[in-house]
């Protein structure tokens, strides 16, 4: 079945420094891509999504571009800030009928000042 | 716009209990699904509702259980509850028009913590 496999935390870095979380997928067709970040105490909330292949998701200084080849929706972001500091999900939507989200096992990043 | 929320907020219980979580959807959307996300894990699809009738199911056993009223508020109700049961509970609305993808809105969670 479909699946996402992101790196495994923590991830520390000093601010300002520059952010990759990877992030691959398996499955069938050709699902969209998003990254959520769950920061402590709080839901999800969508921070960018691709939803074909070469499409390049950004927001709030975070990029993720939808590689088909290497089935893979690195999330990137050139300088953080302590503020970023949170759990980031990489996740597919499963095809069909269903509106279903299949999603990594998130991957937490501190961020020292 | 009032954005999806959930009751309550936390939640004990104790092992054979029956626990009902509560979700309001988004103004103008139809659709619920449900998550469970364990402890340093990624949330798992339980089913979704939409326009009152449960379409799709997850890898979760019977006593999971769910509904969706007219307003398009949710209902997850868990019987005899087990201790793997102790979880964040997410609700998502979003507006499914059948053809494309519309974005999942998720609430803050309910956190059920089983003794």
């Known amino acids: 079945g479909d699946s996402v496999t992101q790196m495994e935390g923590p991830v520390t870095l000093s601010e300002e420094a520059f952010l990759t979380i990877n992030c691959t997928y398996t499955?069938?067709?050709?699902?969209?891509l998003f990254w959520y970040v769950q920061y402590p105490g709080e839901g999800l909330q969508l921070l960018l999504k691709a939803t074909k292949a070469d499409d390049k998701g950004s927001n709030k200084g975070f990029e993720a571009t939808y590689r088909k080849e290497t089935t893979s929706f690195h999330l990137e972001k050139g300088s953080v800030q302590v503020s970023d500091s949170a759990v980031y999900f990489c996740a597919l939507l499963h095809g069909g009928a269903t509106n279903k989200l299949i999603f990594g096992t998130g991957t937490l990043l501190a961020v020292q000042p | 716009e009032t954005g999806v929320t959930q009751s309550p907020t936390h939640l004990i219980k104790t092992r054979g209990q029956q626990v009902t979580l509560r979700c309001s959807s988004q103004s103008g959307h139809n659709t619920v699904s449900w998550y469970q996300q364990a402890l340093g894990q990624g949330p798992q699809f339980i089913f979704q509702?939409?326009?009152?009738?449960?379409?799709g199911r997850g890898n979760f056993p019977p006593r999971f259980s769910g509904l969706q009223f007219p307003n398009y508020s949710s209902e997850l109700n868990v019987n005899a509850l087990e201790l793997d049961d102790s979880a964040l509970y997410l609700c998502a609305s979003s507006s499914m028009d059948g053809t494309s993808y519309n974005e999942q809105f998720f609430g803050p969670g309910t956190r059920l913590t089983v003794l």
């Open positions: 509702y939409y326009r009152e009738e449960e379409n």
């Open positions: 499955a069938t067709g050709y699902p969209s």
